[in-house]
């Protein structure tokens, strides 16, 4: 299913969801009975115009006193709703279903919502007058930003680490891991990469658990690459959050864009794989070798071709068909 956005609808709106700032970082919030950060957002009260309910959400969820909100854009997913900007100049103290609230120059890596809210914030990122901080912090963001202005050792960081790497021998697995752990945003327990290994910065790499890429993999992680658990990546693919404007003129400035790529769980990428700027991939896909990921996939699916698209779902049969041949192997005794 593809977010869609409007800017006039006739629609009956369900939702608001409120894109935030507080001192100059993005707020998310955490519900008392999950683990995930989300957006502020809510339903529309029976009476209530979206402007009020976008303007009570933010209050209830983020304890916001004082703050200047507008409208962005009305966007459907399974249903209809208005999108909106804020930038929080007082907060008070939390009292409803939000246990804690997040501070974070990106979306967070546990998303409640994975499939529609990124999207959503990047739309806000690209659609708004927001003023940054710093060009770091236009870039992580998915705003425009000058190549040029950021700190170079930041970069050049990860060129050594990565030729460190990619030098290990095959016995030094420990070594590897180390410089994994040091170089990228996050891991969990389980992964491993063979070289070689590129990248532009290496902090913007989030991996899961049970993480495998294999030989020449290219992350050019200007923005968030976020992967979730047992994420398998064949030869040569390439997830590149970078872009430039079509614009000449623009893009001679040396003034690019990086948008976030976030893919799900259990997901399978074959060799010589391209993912573009700005995708998220849902969890318990398998994406054909050589293919171009323009825009987003859904869950549960094959996905193939240039650009990629979906050509079936994933089905009992392809279950009781793989573990059918699994219970064969088991039975296999001269494995053990």
Do not use: L
């Given at each position: 299913m593809e977010v869609k956005f409007y800017k006039?609808?006739?629609?009956?709106i369900k939702y608001v969801v409120i894109v935030a700032r507080y001192q100059d970082s993005f707020v998310f919030c955490k519900h008392k009975d999950r683990n995930t950060y989300e957006i502020p957002g809510g339903h529309v009260e029976e009476g209530e115009s979206i402007l009020d309910a976008a303007k009570r959400e933010l209050i209830e969820e983020t304890a916001a006193t004082k703050f200047k909100i507008e409208f962005v854009s009305y966007y459907s997913y399974d249903s209809y709703g208005a999108l909106f900007y804020a930038q929080i100049e007082e907060l008070g103290e939390l009292k409803y279903e939000i246990e804690s609230l997040y501070f974070n120059d990106f979306l967070p890596i546990e998303l409640t919502y994975p499939t529609i809210q990124p999207r959503l914030f990047n739309y806000v990122v690209q659609h708004t007058d927001i003023l940054f901080g710093s060009n770091y912090k236009r870039m992580v963001a998915g705003a425009l930003y000058n190549s040029s202005k950021n700190d170079p050792e930041l970069h050049r960081n990860a060129v050594r680490k990565a030729m460190e790497y990619n030098a290990t021998k095959p016995d030094e697995l420990k070594k590897r891991r180390e410089i994994i752990q040091e170089l990228f945003g996050s891991t969990k327990e389980h992964f491993y990469l063979e070289p070689s290994i590129r990248m532009d910065y290496g902090f913007n790499i989030h991996i899961g658990d049970y993480f495998y890429a294999n030989f020449d993999c290219v992350f050019l992680d200007v923005a968030p690459i976020i992967f979730g658990d047992h994420v398998f990546v064949a030869p040569r693919c390439c997830f590149y959050t970078a872009g430039h404007p079509i614009d000449a003129s623009v893009r001679n400035q040396d003034l690019?864009?990086?948008?976030?790529?976030?893919?799900?769980?259990?997901?399978?990428?074959?060799?010589?794989?391209?993912?573009?700027?700005?995708?998220?991939?849902g969890s318990?896909?398998?994406?054909?070798?050589?293919?171009?990921?323009?825009?987003?996939?859904?869950?549960?699916?094959?996905?193939?071709?240039?650009?990629?698209?979906?050509?079936?779902?994933i089905t009992n049969d392809d279950k009781k068909y793989w573990q059918h041949l699994e219970d064969i192997y088991h039975k296999d005794i001269r494995l053990e």
């Open positions: 006039e609808i006739d629609e009956k690019e864009y990086g948008y976030p790529i976030r893919v799900g769980s259990n997901v399978w990428f074959g060799g010589s794989v391209v993912v573009n700027p700005g995708v998220t991939i318990n896909v398998v994406i054909g070798s050589g293919s171009v990921v323009t825009k987003d996939i859904p869950d549960g699916v094959v996905a193939c071709g240039n650009p990629c698209k979906v050509i079936r779902k």
